[in-house]
């Protein structure tokens, strides 16, 4: 096979391996551990990664020489290697689109579109404090398993995200504003005025008829579309 001067001439570029792998993991998710390269040519090629088959087996033979991909007969697989890639593809993009769903609420098509884009870029770093940022979530918004990452293996028991939207707490916690995601931008000229912007140490002292706080010697009284755009961090 080429090296790898010669690779992007061949289109095998590293986000083209990336989609195959993550093609494999979706399939395996559905019991097929293994495909027949035929199989495997169809569908990249009906997923838009490459533009016919021959680029497609390209692809196959550079990444089994790479050791992503192991060959019996017609048969393709992922190896060891190959693998935990995928995996932490499949982590990175199915936390981006938890965060971007939940925290965001950027609509269907702008989360698809960017969580494709994070899958390829995030460090593990990142992908981490991410992760315990949204409290080691099980899922994706589709319900889709999210493959446990280091900081999870530390964890007994899941938990709470570290920031929530403030109408999450419970009477009596005491927390910090982190951020505000108002629909109505207008609305955060109104919280700014009354002393509610990031930074602000809240007590949230009922949810019930309204949810009202103190911040500092003042109290307020909020609806939970407002308390559903503020998020906090608890406090000790």
Not at 32 to 43: D, Q
Request: negative net charge; proline residues 6%; charged residues 25%.
């Amino acid at each position: 096979m080429p090296p790898e001067q010669d690779k992007a001439d061949f289109g095998i570029t590293e986000e083209l391996v990336d989609e195959i792998l993550e093609a494999f993991w979706l399939m395996e998710e559905q019991g097929k551990e293994r495909l027949k390269s035929t199989v495997l040519c169809s569908i990249i090629v009906d997923e838009g990664h490459v533009s016919n088959g021959m680029r497609a087996e390209m692809a196959f033979m550079q990444m089994t020489h790479d050791g992503y991909l192991a060959t019996d007969g017609d048969e393709i697989s992922l190896t060891a290697l190959g693998r935990a890639r995928a995996k932490n593809l499949i982590r990175r993009k199915r936390l981006a689109e938890k965060l971007l769903s939940e925290v965001f609420a950027l609509s269907p098509s702008e989360i698809k579109t960017s969580a494709c884009r994070f899958e390829h870029i995030l460090s593990p770093e990142v992908t981490d404090s991410v992760c315990s940022f949204l409290g080691h979530p099980p899922s994706c918004p589709h319900g889709k398993p999210i493959p446990h990452g280091t900081c999870c293996k530390k964890l007994s028991h899941h938990m709470k995200p570290l920031v929530m939207p403030m109408k999450d707490l419970e009477p009596g916690s005491r927390a910090k504003i982190t951020f505000i995601a108002p629909k109505d931008h207008s609305r955060m000229d109104r919280l700014s005025t009354l002393g509610i912007v990031p930074g602000t140490e809240i007590v949230l002292h009922q949810k019930k008829p309204a949810f009202v706080i103190r911040a500092g010697e003042t109290e307020l009284a909020l609806d939970i579309e407002i308390a559903s755009e503020i998020y906090v961090k608890v406090l000790g």
